[in-house]
């Protein structure tokens, strides 16, 4: 059974009034333990609005999700199922609740209740995963936009998720700030960790084994990133290609074959193979 | 801009007293100012002063940020003494010109009440120098604990004041940004008279409010999916403990404290001699 069933799920907002907007229709889709997948779309195709689903923010209009067997529906284990389904979000500065950075790192574990003990072990070893250990009693303001990002990466590890949901956390990054995120999630990737990361970058996109296009709330395309870049579907989505995989089409249309391209590192070894 | 202004008046130094347990500054300043109220003699306002200095010593603080706060209720004092030196009619008379009277007792009076002021204020300023905001929050937390058998929902009130703690700096560097966004379209925030500018804030504070009710939202979705509220015996990772410091501390001020008893209600006749001893004929 996969870890991640969503069986034909919808999601209304209601706006006001007789006026509503439906978000997420009749979305099915599953993912297995241990799987790094990209979840894209052009902004409103419903990507955030399925992140907050999975993690029982918001319960589907209709159909059902099961985290590891269990309904997001299910009142009595919801904390359980965010606690198994950590997000981060996409503003640092509204995501953190505590001045200092351990603290923060705390809270979630101090909301589960956990011993004293525990907490402090907990604390160290998502400090320690994100390498931030050496920042915990600075103040958090004063961090820059990734390590404020590796502190909210951390504040979920504290609580032992099984699923990471970075719901667009790299969108106000500066290359730099990026780049310690992405790094820092391929680690946890690397350890077993389920990853779904929401992105309208493609080259982030395409550092995952599987990549989740939706259209309008609809499941468009999903596939490794290869196949989805050579979807014909995909620039009806509304994306565009990451320069490397833009790249490699123009060498192709005009008679060079690099083979298939998602990152600058297979372009490069295309380009190898070539001149061999 | 504002990212680097300290919160508040906290002056951060390396001393004893900035260790000390939060929730002990807290009791031990209420004790102080409650025992202010019992000095009747000068000889009580010097032991007070005295403490006072020691505390300042220990606590590495500059003399002028202890002023400094002074300052700020000088326009009180002056007030309060003017009307007390005039209307204070009992007592031998020192000077008298038409209605105005003062008296010996007036003086005395009016002197002392400044003292009183003045140790008030610079004994309470301490408390805030030596405390960041956060320390002070998880302290009145902890002293409030008992409130939560009425049903006071102490846990979220001190959610709520570390979360304003926390969002202070975040809504400086937004109202900056606003400002900024403001001027570029044209708007004069620091030109023409007092109206014109509270009317030139509307535009910056509209948007503010905007973004940071956008902003709570956001949080309100991230403690959730942080689990808050799973449980209700929401646990601390840091636990205050009392150090011997702690106890110290609260030996020097209860002693300070009961000397100023003793001295008001058994052995009056002491603070009066010394009084007399020190100032002689100017009582």
């Not at chain 2, 347990?21 to 004790?31: E, F, G, N």
Request: proline content about 4%; charged content about 20%; aromatic content about 8%.
């Amino acid at each position: 059974m996969p870890f991640i069933e969503i069986k034909g799920v919808s999601y209304v907002y209601p706006l006001r009034e007789g006026v509503s907007l439906k978000a997420v229709k009749n979305l099915s889709l599953s993912i297995e333990a241990g799987e790094f997948v990209a979840l894209t779309g052009m902004n409103g195709s419903g990507k955030s609005t399925l992140a907050k689903l999975l993690n029982g923010l918001f319960k589907p209009t209709e159909g059902e999700i099961l985290i590891d067997g269990v309904s997001t529906a299910n009142e009595e284990r919801i904390f359980d199922i965010r606690r198994r389904v950590g997000m981060v979000f996409q503003n640092p500065d509204n995501q953190t609740v505590a001045t200092l950075i351990e603290d923060d790192v705390a809270f979630g574990p101090e909301n589960l209740g956990l011993p004293r003990d525990e907490i402090i072990k907990r604390v160290n070893f998502a400090l320690q995963a994100v390498g931030m250990s050496e920042y915990r009693k600075r103040d958090a303001a004063k961090l820059s936009g990734g390590q404020k990002q590796r502190v909210a990466i951390a504040g979920v590890l504290a609580m032992r998720p099984d699923v990471l949901i970075l719901d667009e956390a790299t969108s106000m990054l500066d290359p730099a700030g990026r780049e310690e995120v992405m790094g820092v999630v391929r680690k946890l990737v690397e350890q077993g960790i389920t990853v779904i990361n929401i992105t309208h970058n493609m080259e982030e996109a395409a550092l995952a084994k599987r990549v989740v296009v939706l259209r309008k709330g609809r499941l468009a395309i999903d596939g490794t990133p290869s196949q989805v870049f050579s979807s014909s579907l995909f620039e009806s989505c509304g994306l565009t290609l990451p320069p490397a995989a833009a790249l490699a089409k123009e060498l192709k249309d005009s008679g060079i074959d690099v083979g298939t391209v998602t990152t600058e590192e297979s372009f490069a070894e295309g380009i190898c193979k070539l001149l061999r | 801009m504002f990212k680097d202004v300290a919160f508040g008046q906290y002056y951060p130094a390396n001393s004893a007293v900035h260790k000390l347990d939060s929730r002990i500054k807290l009791i031990l300043t209420l004790v102080y100012i409650i025992g202010i109220f019992f000095v009747k003699s000068y000889f009580g306002f010097m032991l007070t002063a005295a403490l006072l200095i020691i505390i300042i010593i220990a606590a590495k603080l500059p003399m002028a940020s202890v002023l400094r706060s002074v300052r700020g209720i000088l326009l009180l004092v002056v007030l309060t003494s003017i009307i007390n030196l005039f209307m204070i009619k009992d007592g031998d008379v020192l000077v008298q010109w038409k209605i105005f009277v003062i008296t010996k007792n007036g003086v005395h009076t009016t002197i002392k009440m400044v003292l009183r002021l003045v140790l008030l204020i610079s004994g309470a300023s301490l408390l805030a120098l030596t405390t960041t905001p956060v320390e002070l929050a998880d302290g009145l937390e902890s002293l409030m604990r008992p409130l939560s058998l009425i049903k006071v929902p102490v846990r979220d009130i001190a959610m709520i004041m570390s979360i304003a703690l926390r969002f202070i700096p975040t809504l400086f560097d937004e109202t900056n940004k606003i400002v900024s966004a403001q001027k570029a379209r044209g708007a004069s925030l620091d030109t023409g008279n007092i109206f014109a500018r509270i009317k030139a804030l509307i535009p910056v504070l509209i948007p503010l409010f905007v973004s940071s009710f956008r902003r709570a939202d956001e949080l309100a979705f991230a403690m959730d999916a942080r689990c808050y509220n799973a449980t209700d015996k929401r646990t601390k990772m840091k636990k205050p403990k009392i150090k011997f410091s702690d106890v110290l501390a609260a030996f020097v001020v209860l002693s300070f404290f009961t000397v100023i008893l003793l001295e008001r209600y058994y052995f009056p006749s002491v603070g009066i001699n010394i009084d007399a001893m020190i100032f002689g004929g100017l009582l």
